[in-house]
């Protein structure tokens, strides 16, 4: 399931509870990238093909217990690692997602309470050894959160949960970053667009990227 990919392939997640503002920085992320030459692929969790679409439309607005819920997310998760994200990097591209298998961990078992083996199980089956390169967690407080989504848009079934729930995604973020630390970037997403995009930037050039 996990190819060797060219040297010039990078495998980049944006992680964070809803409303942390991650997606405003994916398409300014891409471009900096492309203009460094990079060949960038834009896709997304839960979705990323069409069947993982679909799965994505019950995950978000059909009621389910948790076990329901994880078992379609790694379904769609299997379908575009296969479709999208492998081939893509096996092209030497890269790929920046929004959201990836941290988000399991931190939504059905932080948030949902799912037993973190289970989801271990799931993980080991659908993807292997494959990774991010590097996640960018933006970390912010749940009560910040919840009014930048309700100024945003209309509530999907996870956005409708209340702040304890988000309370434990967050915890749920945080431990899975402490268990990959040499993967995980926490960004201080409290802070304005053009600060969180500087921090992208440094930790960018940090690496060389």
């Known amino acids: 399931m996990s190819p060797v990919a060219p040297t010039t392939a990078r495998f980049i997640s944006f992680e964070g509870i809803d409303g942390a503002g991650k997606s405003t920085h994916i398409e300014a992320l891409g471009e900096r990238l492309r203009q460094r030459g990079a060949d960038v692929v834009h896709t997304r969790e839960p979705g990323g093909t069409e069947l993982a679409e679909s799965l994505r439309e019950l995950i978000l607005h059909r009621g389910m217990d948790s076990l329901t819920e994880a078992l379609l ?13 492998e081939p893509a990097l096996a092209a030497g591209k890269t790929v920046l997602c929004d959201r990836f298998t941290d988000a399991s961990f931190a939504y059905q078992g932080g948030g949902r309470g799912m037993d973190l083996a289970v989801l271990g199980t799931l993980e080991q089956w659908v993807q292997g050894t494959r990774q991010p390169d590097l996640t960018l967690w933006f970390d912010l407080d749940p009560a910040i959160a919840a009014q930048r989504r309700a100024a945003a848009r209309e509530a999907d079934r996870f956005e409708q949960q209340d702040l304890e729930f988000f309370t434990r995604v967050r915890a749920g973020y945080a431990a899975r970053a402490a268990s990959a630390p040499q993967r995980f970037a926490r960004i201080d997403a409290g802070r304005s667009v053009p600060e969180v ?3 992208i930037h440094q930790l960018l050039e940090a690496r060389g990227w």
Request: cysteine-free; proline content about 0%.
């Open 73 to 85: 997310v790694f379904a769609g998760r299997r379908d575009h690692l296969q479709r999208v994200i």
């Open 197 to 199: 995009a500087a921090q």
